[in-house]
């Protein structure tokens, strides 16, 4: 076996999976204010961006050839409430930032976040009564935000909401609307997870979180049912489905892929990202070498690509720009 392993090349030559540029989708922060670069303690590396600077962040990544970023934003706490009704104005940061990206006519998708929790008073992705998520009314409310982003100039939506049976209702109304053309990336099987704390740092969400989402996020210990997840989104119209968290989850990955054999998708999850970087920045680990290890479990797992915090750094590795 060690013969094929003596050489650069030949281990180049036998290897069975390749990562690159094209793997990736960049995970980009907005925050309110102007000529605001406001760094997110719990995933350092990562910063918010007000709209006024997020189109360089496109740029940077169109120069590097990562084909899409991923817009999430951090709403300021005064226009949250019970409704998220902000995720509705057209004026929003997500809406604002497409616009400008757009208006830049720069070569890179751009994919939406689809819920409520970032514009919700109790951080929930759904309208509450009492403790009780309201699956319906989610649903056409997130029907409405989606159109409203790809108004604005979004390629993908990207329901994370979890709500059952939004898919079908977000590409009927897409297709209605005349945006046949617009893709669904949907947050098939999507955990409730202990590994999402710093990213709703970076949203803002950790404060204002009522409760937890255990009643429509998925069971760690399941494993068919994520099968079931994704088969009914498949069903009801998403052209990719995503896996999330990734690492802890490379058994579902694979399962998924195996089973569906459509293009899937894994969020690389703040908790991951923030974990390889505590350890890089202690000295316990080669970062760079565990960024690229783990990106390639994701490949190895079946991933057509990876949404990642790590992006630009890997997509300057595999390039050498740096």
Sequence with gaps: MRRNRRTDWSRRLVRENTLTVDDLIWPLFLTDGTGVEQPVASMPGVTRYSV???????????ELGIPA?????????????????????????????????????????????VALDPYTSHGHDGLMDGETILNDETVEQLVAQALLQVEAGSDVIAPSDMMDGRVGVIRSALD????????????????????????????????????????????????????????LDIAEGADMIMVKPGMPYLDIIR??????????????????????????????????????????????????????YFAVDAARKLTGRG
């Design 52 to 62: 006024d600077r997020i189109v360089a962040q496109a740029e940077i990544a169109a």
């Design 69 to 113: 970023i991923a817009l999430f934003p951090n709403t300021d706490p005064a226009k949250r409430d019970a409704m998220g009704s902000e995720a509705l104005n057209p004026g929003n940061l997500i809406c604002q930032a497409c616009r400008s990206i757009r208006a830049a006519g720069l070569p890179v998708g751009i994919i939406t976040d």
């Design 176 to 231: 209605t609307a005349g945006f046949q053309d617009i893709q669904i990336m949907s947050y098939a099987a999507k955990y409730a997870s202990a590994f999402y704390g710093p990213f709703r740092d970076a949203v803002g969400t950790n404060a204002t979180l009522v409760g937890d989402k255990r009643t429509y996020q998925m069971d760690p210990a399941n494993t068919d049912e994520a099968l079931h997840e994704v088969e």
């Design 255 to 308: 399962r998924v892929k195996d089973t569906f054999l459509r293009p899937t998708f894994a969020y690389q999850v703040s908790g991951e990202y923030a974990m390889i970087q505590a350890a890089a920045q202690n000295g316990w680990i080669d970062g760079e070498r565990a960024m690229m290890e783990s990106l390639m479990a994701f490949k190895r797992a079946g991933c057509d690509g990876v949404l990642t």
